[in-house]
T-cell receptor, first 115, second 107 residues
Framework: GAVVSQHPSWVICKSGTSVKIECRSL??????MFWYRQFPKQSLMLMAT?????????EQGVEKDKFLINHASLTLSTLTVTSAHPEDSSFYIC???????????FGPGTRLTVL | EDQVTQSPEALRLQEGESSSLNCSYT??????LFWYRQDPGKGPEFLFT???AGEEKEKERLKATLTKKESFLHITAPKPEDSATYLC????????FGAGTQVVVTP
């Protein structure tokens, strides 16, 4: 299967700071990438869908000004959590797909802790 | 509204004790039903895609089947390393995930 990486794997930051998470597709071109959030013992919650070269589509209830998504190339998407607060602490996971695949391939996730 | 429901929420098995997980769905125009395995603190790992009723796929001790309303993930003679949360998802446009079944296999 395709390989997707995320960086960093974990991050601790102070309240009010911004944090950027990178998602890369390593062996295929990802025309579409997805960002999910997962709380303990809960399933994945889709935050937004990003297509290369266009604006991300956010799910209802997700603040686009708080969670900035950029998909500037076919192998890289970034999620920036702006002015992070403790309630933003969560496990963030990206996934990627391309037209050749019907599946999504997931990154290993990023654990964000906001103090 | 599309819905994906997994049962049971949790399953505790003895090593070698076969069992099945259920994923029921209500979605029109299904473009695939997907099974993933997720270990704690990690991203989901892709297992199977099923597209049409009657389809079956196998990988080691796992076999996934699909009907028009549900999918089953059969675990045959599980080992402790099969312990994980198993997620199913359906795709019409975007993916929708179930809540998962947490499986614990004890020696």
């Amino acid at each position: 299967g395709a390989v997707v990486s995320q960086h960093p794997s974990w991050v601790i930051c102070k309240s009010g700071t911004s944090v950027k998470i990178e998602c890369r597709s390593l062996d295929f071109q990802a025309t579409t990438m997805f960002w999910y959030r997962q709380f303990p013992k809960q399933s994945l919650m889709l935050m937004a869908t990003s297509n290369e070269g266009s604006k991300a589509t956010y799910e209802q209830g997700v603040e686009k000004d708080k969670f900035l998504i950029n998909h500037a190339s076919l192998t890289l998407s970034t999620l920036t959590v702006t002015s992070a607060h403790p309630e933003d602490s969560s496990f963030y996971i990206c996934s990627a797909s391309d037209p050749s695949y019907n599946e999504q391939f997931f990154g290993p996730g990023t654990r964000l802790t906001v103090l | 509204e599309d819905q994906v429901t997994q049962s049971p929420e949790a399953l505790r098995l003895q090593e070698g004790e076969s069992s099945s997980l259920n994923c029921s769905y209500t979605v029109s125009g299904l473009r695939g039903l997907f099974w993933y395995r997720q270990d704690p603190g990690k991203g989901p790992e892709f297992l199977f895609t099923l597209y049409s009723a009657g389809e079956e796929k196998e990988k080691e001790r796992l076999k996934a089947t699909l009907t028009k309303k549900e999918s089953f993930l059969h675990i045959t003679a599980p080992k402790p390393e099969d312990s994980a949360t198993y997620l199913c998802a359906v795709r019409r446009g975007k993916f929708q995930f179930g809540a998962g079944t947490q499986v614990v296999v004890t020696p």
